[in-house]
């Protein structure tokens, strides 16, 4: 597996304008954490880890409050996304058909683990609930497309399409 790919790609520059004004649209009502944090995820893709020192400040709440709930919801991401999401369906029909094989595949493929991004910022493997096509299991969403029935071999060939897509726009 590579280095800690988790780490790329390069965080943006923390708009804490924006989030400001998120907060005062909750009043700075500290009952308001979890919709404050999604409408940061809307808007930046994920919460920076940076911000969250500064939610905790406006909202006067202790930063490891903050932080205890971004870890525990599975919606919330400390790491900014790539290009293409990898959603890996882990729901039972999946697991029982193969997921584990399938997430162990794009991880021997790309070199990332689960909640990672490549270090060129073209994919993260996300794991995620039952996605609502069991009869399709196992599956994988990839930008909104299904792709059902899957094999750790089939999925190779659909991340190579992916590759062979971004390497096309390069040449
Ligand atoms: S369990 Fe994977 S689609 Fe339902």
Do not use: W
Request: proline share 6%; hydrophobic share 35%.
């Amino acid at each position: 597996m590579a280095g800690c790919a988790c780490k790329s790609p390069e965080p943006k520059t923390i708009p804490y304008d924006e989030i400001a004004k998120i907060i005062q649209k909750y009043k700075g009502d500290s009952s308001a954490i979890i919709p404050i944090l999604q409408d940061t995820q809307d808007l930046l893709g994920y919460i920076p880890k940076e911000s969250i020192s500064f939610m905790a400040k406006q909202l006067e709440v202790p930063p490891a409050k903050i932080y205890g709930i971004v870890t525990f919801y599975a919606q919330f991401r400390l790491n900014p996304i790539g290009k293409y999401n990898i959603m890996v369906c882990e729901g039972t029909a999946c697991h029982v058909n193969g997921a584990k094989q399938i997430g162990n595949a794009i991880t021997d493929d790309l070199g990332i683990g689960g909640g990672e991004t490549t270090e060129d910022g073209l994919f993260t493997f996300e794991k995620v609930a039952c996605v609502g096509c069991c009869s399709l299991s196992p599956v994988v969403v990839i930008e909104g497309e299904t792709y059902p029935g899957l094999t750790p071999d089939k999925i190779r060939k659909v991340l190579k399409q992916y590759k062979d897509k971004e390497a096309q726009k390069q040449n």
